[in-house]
């Protein structure tokens, strides 16, 4: 175990630590509030229809932002869209900061939509930073370790913002400076990966000029290079929208279902976040060795498997102790499907086309995802357990799918 554990950590060097480091201080600040957004956004006059209108006005600007990040990542270089993006984005939360009603939100959130455009640069750069047999082992490493420090986090926000006489029992005041924190500590982040990054892909062709014409370049070389990628990625592009969106019906109410409608104080559902992270960190090192050593399908599916169950368990529980179960199990069943299929990606796409691959993979599984939630809104609207069983539905059919039409890459790229 300790040899396993020694080998993750020689990975983390370069661009991997500056991405850990950044992303770790990043993630402390978000658990302290995080968990708890859609409480603050009901708090404020929304409702599952707001969550809607949100993530719609957030799938169309991510679209439009994903498709011209990739081309960026793979014309202009992955490292200075990545910082300079990170860093001016940080100031959206400071209208969540000052919110008076939801419409702030959907302004601040709308803000925060910029981010998509280096999410193709983010990927691609982390890619070409490690070999494809330490793929696995570095990209759980990325995930985890920041979500060390930020164990604790989640019972800070419980106890910074408990009010049980509130309607949703948070404390609104106690919420504005949980946002206050995490804008400070994304502008942290953002200014660590602008001055410290290092570049990865050099595109010796790039003559730099025409930026009015960017845009309308961006959409036809991402068009022209998926329509040459061949049918391998095509039909990766296609599955991982299909999976994004089985897998996020109901994940954005979990706090309100249990808090709001169950009956879970918000410090109780700090320590159910944290002690669930935990148990990711713990299986974590343990996956990531799996992933590699047997092949990333067979992590996928049974992961989808245990998602499914857990789900189950979440939407009949009526008490901390299944709570806890639930989500503990959730928490691991993410990070191996989450892993799994990051990497599958990654193998498949080759260094040249990466950002460009993997703006359409993402615009595609935004539209998934985004899709889902957007659905769960309503349906949570009419009843909050609704998004929960659809969600069991959709985890069996993606489960089908997978062993049907997933396949592992025949090449693993650089």
């Not at 939801?102 to 910029?114: D, Q, R």
């Not at 509130?166 to 609104?172: F, K, M, T």
């Not at 299944?322 to 892993?339: E, K, N, P, T």
């Not at 193998?347 to 995802?369: E, W």
């Amino acid at each position: 175990m300790m040899h396993s554990v020694k080998r993750f950590f020689q990975l983390l060097k370069g661009n991997l630590q500056i991405l850990t480091i950044s992303t770790l201080i990043w993630t402390f600040f978000q658990q302290i509030i995080a968990p708890y957004e859609v409480l603050y956004i009901f708090s404020l006059g929304g409702s599952g229809v707001t969550l809607s209108i949100i993530t719609a006005i957030q799938l169309i600007l991510g679209i439009f932002l994903m498709v011209l990040g990739g081309y960026i990542a793979d014309i202009y270089g992955r490292r200075w869209i990545i910082g300079i993006v990170t860093t001016l984005s940080s100031f959206s939360y400071l209208l969540y900061v000052f919110a008076q009603n939801w419409s702030w939100i959907l302004i601040g959130a709308s803000l925060l939509s910029l981010t998509y455009i280096y999410g193709p640069a983010l990927e691609a750069i982390r890619a070409d930073s490690v070999r494809p047999t330490e793929r696995g082992r570095s990209f759980v490493l990325l995930t985890i370790l920041p979500k060390i420090p930020g164990i604790v986090s989640p019972v800070l926000g419980g106890i910074l913002i408990a009010n049980a006489f509130a309607p949703y029992r948070i404390n609104i005041q106690g919420a504005r400076v949980g946002f206050l924190f995490l804008f400070l500590g994304m502008l942290v982040s953002g200014l660590i990966r602008l001055f410290f990054l290092r570049e990865t892909f050099f595109n010796k062709t790039n003559t730099h000029n025409n930026y009015k014409t960017i845009h309308r370049r961006a959409f036809k070389e991402v068009y022209k290079t998926i329509f040459n990628s061949g049918r391998e990625i095509q039909k990766l592009i296609l599955l991982n929208g299909f999976f994004m969106f089985c897998f996020h019906f109901g994940v954005t109410f979990r706090s309100a279902y249990a808090v709001h409608v169950k009956g879970i104080s918000t410090v109780q559902w700090g320590l159910i976040e944290s002690i669930s992270q935990i148990s990711t960190i713990v299986t974590a090192f343990i996956i990531g060795d799996f992933i590699d050593r047997y092949g990333r399908k067979k992590i996928f599916i049974p992961a989808l498997s245990l998602l499914g169950i857990a789900t189950l368990i979440f939407v009949t529980s009526n008490s901390f102790t299944y709570f806890l179960l639930a989500m503990m199990l959730i928490y691991i069943g993410l990070m191996a499907r989450m892993m799994a299929l990051q990497v599958l990606i990654a193998d498949t796409i080759p260094r040249t086309i990466r950002g460009r691959i993997m703006g359409a993979t993402n615009i595609l599984g935004s539209i998934g995802s985004h899709g889902s939630i957007m659905i769960s809104g309503f349906l949570y609207d009419l009843s909050p357990a609704l998004p929960y069983y659809i969600s069991i539905v959709m985890y069996t059919l993606a489960i089908l799918v997978a062993f049907k039409f997933l396949k592992e890459s025949s090449i693993r790229q650089l």
